[in-house]
């Protein structure tokens, strides 16, 4: 019977690596603050001017389980500023509670596409 020849083993790593940008704070990008939640909304804006001075911008709403949402400077440059509240509120607001504070993390995802003619 003949006999397997061996080879020596071979050792491999896979790295997967990905980035973001890093904010401070790195807490969240929104919080929906409900009505009866146990933190205001300007309390809410207080806590986050202490850790990240003039980064969020709090956004009042009307005839909802959420009173206000408190969301990052910056998104509300990606997306206007009522369009965002908005898309949060029809997303999340039937699956919360009025004395709730949810954090939202809204990730960004830019793409594009070009079609080259070829001659």
Not at 5 to 21: C, D, F, I, N, V
Not at 56 to 77: D, N, W
Request: no cysteine; hydrophobic share 45%; glycine share 4%.
């Amino acid at each position: 019977m003949a006999r397997k020849r061996e080879s020596p083993s071979k050792k491999q790593m896979e790295l997967r690596l990905s980035g973001q940008a890093f904010e401070i704070p790195p807490l969240w990008d929104a919080l929906l603050i409900g009505r009866q939640a146990p933190i205001g909304p300007e309390a809410a804006k207080r806590m986050a001017d202490s850790m990240a001075p003039g980064q969020f911008e709090l956004v009042r709403i009307q005839g909802a389980p959420v009173e206000a949402v408190l969301i990052r400077k910056t998104l509300l440059r990606v997306l206007t500023p009522e369009a965002l509240p908005e898309l949060l509120l029809e997303e999340l607001a039937p699956l919360i509670n009025e004395d709730q504070v949810v954090r939202v993390q809204v990730e960004v995802v830019l793409h594009t596409a070009r079609t080259v003619r070829l001659e």
